[in-house]
């Protein structure tokens, strides 16, 4: 996975292979505990979208720019040429089952 740095120029060179972008943050478990995940599917969906995340600690400007005021972490987008999808939370609130792989592939199923 790279940086949103990257990927700012990346969208703009290669708009046809849609990105996965995450907002996360090393103070949160959720963010700490779907990094393996996006890991994962970064090299299982590595012909079909480009993934990247920020971190909000370190990246402030980028967060400040592209994550919407209000939003917590972990947040993510998928965006294509044609519009920007917010990833919807999960409704259950159980860590072990939020943000799971299997969610994560339904989402990148249904937009390829």
Known sequence: MRNLT???KHLLENPEQPSVVF???DGCYLCV???PILDKLSKEYCNDFNFYKVNI????ELSDKFLPKGE???TGFVITKEK???IKDPEKSDPKS???EGYLKNILDLLK
């Open 98 to 100: 939020w943000y799971s």
């Open 6 to 8: 990257y990927a700012e």
């Open 84 to 86: 920007v999808y917010k």
């Open 72 to 74: 917590g972490v972990p």
């Open 33 to 35: 505990a779907l990094k």
């Open 57 to 60: 600690s370190e990246e402030k």
């Open 23 to 25: 907002f996360t943050s």
